[in-house]
């Protein structure tokens, strides 16, 4: 016989998924925040200048209270330069040329192609038949998002979208390195956060600060949401939201992103979608709750003897 759950757990449970949905909000406009930067007088490095100094502040008195948990300076360097500062170049880079509906759908369904086939060649773990079906049509989704930007007659938008499926590519790594190093996903954020910091003065040295003085409103807003709620917040609501909900509940979360970032573009900066488009981004949205919902049998490890014997 089932026993009811206790009032206060049920009451935590709650509380647990609603942080981990109020933090996909907060990560779905990073993109529709960078396009509006964009177009308001910053450029390419100003936003990254804003996003590293003040997610490196709010990540660094993380650090600061749970401390590195012995972890190597060659893994942090090699986790930094992946969901770091070079990360976020990148992504900021490709909504240059492609709109923020299209980012909001090829980073993270980038990420959801790449993880597994990642995760089946380092952690020896082979996809559940959900994960290998939501491949198909993630796969399906991202080429009809793809063939409709190569069909936009003497647009750039099919770089950024390159870019963009290399950043979700970057991203996978990240995570996979992550949880084959064992480093919990807090830790890892305000490792990668503080070690960020190494590129501001580098930044100033170089660019200074660029078109900042000349934008004071647009880039008090973006060290707001960039640094500060996304870079920062979101990123710390998401690590402890997994951490408490399982992998299993925790899957369910991702992919509310792209739903949301074509909503937040639509809404605010008025970007158009065709129906082509709509096609593939629901094919990408279906693929990935495939994936995290459809769970078979216990998966299977291909046999390592090294590891065994670690």
Not at 188 to 214: K, M, N
């Amino acid at each position: 016989m089932l026993r009811p759950m206790p009032d206060r757990q049920q009451g935590a449970d709650r509380r647990t998924i609603a942080a981990g949905v109020l933090a996909m909000v907060l990560l779905s406009g990073n993109f529709v925040a960078s396009r509006h930067g964009l177009a308001n007088g910053l450029a390419v490095a100003d936003l990254v200048l804003l996003r590293t100094a003040f997610a490196g502040l709010v990540l660094g008195g993380v650090l600061w209270r749970v401390g590195p948990g012995g972890l190597p300076l060659g893994r942090a360097a090699v986790l930094t330069l992946l969901a770091g500062a070079p990360y976020f170049l990148l992504c900021a880079a490709a909504v240059q040329y492609a709109p923020a509906t299209h980012a909001s759908i090829l980073n993270p369904g980038g990420t959801m192609l790449f993880a597994p086939l990642l995760g089946w060649w380092v952690l020896r773990q082979a996809p559940e038949i959900g994960v290998r079906i939501g491949l198909f049509i993630l796969t399906a989704g991202l080429l009809l998002i793809g063939g409709a930007s190569l069909a936009e007659g003497g647009d750039q938008a099919w770089m950024g979208d390159l870019m963009l499926l290399f950043s979700g590519l970057i991203w996978a790594l990240y995570g996979v390195l992550m949880r084959h190093w064992q480093v919990p996903g807090a830790r890892a954020a305000a490792v990668v956060g503080t070690v960020s910091l190494l590129w501001v003065p580098l930044h100033l040295g170089v660019f200074g600060l660029g078109g900042i003085p000349d934008h004071p409103a647009e880039a008090m807003v973006q060290a707001a949401y960039q640094g500060v709620i996304s870079g920062g917040v979101a990123v710390l609501l998401y690590s402890r939201a997994v951490a408490l909900l399982g992998p299993a509940r925790g899957a369910l979360l991702p992919p509310m992103v792209p739903a949301l970032g074509v909503f937040w573009a639509w809404l605010l900066l008025g970007e158009a979608v065709t129906m082509t488009q709509v096609a593939g981004m629901v094919l990408v949205i279906i693929g990935m709750l495939c994936g995290a919902l459809w769970r078979g049998p216990a998966v299977r490890q291909r046999t390592d003897p090294a590891r065994e014997a670690a």
